[in-house]
């Protein structure tokens, strides 16, 4: 399956998997390993549907830190 091309200015705010990998441009395998790892947050799940609130996927990927910097994630900043 291919990547979809996301359209305006921001992403979807309860994206698909494949959605979030196309956002953030990466695999959907990777997108599974994120969220063991903690750098995602869990999906929500609803009826059959399996989606990510990008409000939290954001929160994620650009903490409130202490002055204590995650090196993965600032690593990320630079891709």
Known sequence: MGK????GDLP???PSKATLA?????SEST???WVKRDFLPKPIRR?????????EVAACLH????GDTDQ???GLDNV
């Open 4 to 7: 979809r091309a996301i359209f």
């Open 72 to 74: 993965f994630m600032a």
């Open 31 to 33: 997108v599974d390993e």
């Open 22 to 26: 196309a956002e953030l441009d990466i």
């Open 63 to 66: 903490p409130q830190t202490n």
């Open 47 to 55: 009826g059959g549907a399996v989606r990510w609130c990008w409000a």
């Open 12 to 14: 979807p705010a309860f």
